[in-house]
Nanobody, 131 residues
């Protein structure tokens, strides 16, 4: 059974940091691109960052570039999202997801969540950034 479990969310003051984790099981972790997405109340889901299965190339939304860093530990089947210099507009539920259908190249992941297979999403972790 495929499972993705996010953790690490919480309440933080603006300017602070959090590290989110996405623990994966039930599939061969290092064969798939993994993405982080977020959805704020009343807003559309937004692609935040992704990491490709081959070479570990990464991509970031413009809104988080320079502040967030995605990484993976294949030995632990876990992808991390280090979030620094947090802003109130970063407040959202953060989800990780797997590009299970290999929509994107294994060398170059993508940030459109529509192409991440429906059954390969975690339940999310809430990040709240207070001003």
């Amino acid at each position: 059974e495929v499972q993705l479990v996010e953790s690490g969310g919480g309440l933080v003051q603006a300017g602070g940091s959090l590290r989110l984790s996405c623990a994966a099981s039930g599939f061969t972790f290092d064969e798939y691109n993994i993405g982080w997405f977020r959805q704020a109340p009343g807003k559309e889901r937004e692609g935040v960052s992704c990491i490709s299965s081959t070479y570990g190339s990464t991509k970031y939304a413009d809104s988080v570039k320079g502040r967030f860093t995605i990484s993976s530990d294949k030995g632990k089947n876990t992808v991390y999202l280090q979030m620094n210099s947090l802003k109130p507009e970063d407040t959202a539920v953060y989800y990780c997801a797997v590009d299970a259908d290999h929509y994107y190249s294994d060398y170059d992941c993508g940030l459109n969540g529509y192409y991440y297979a429906r059954d390969y999403w975690g339940k999310g972790t809430l990040v709240t950034v207070a001003s």
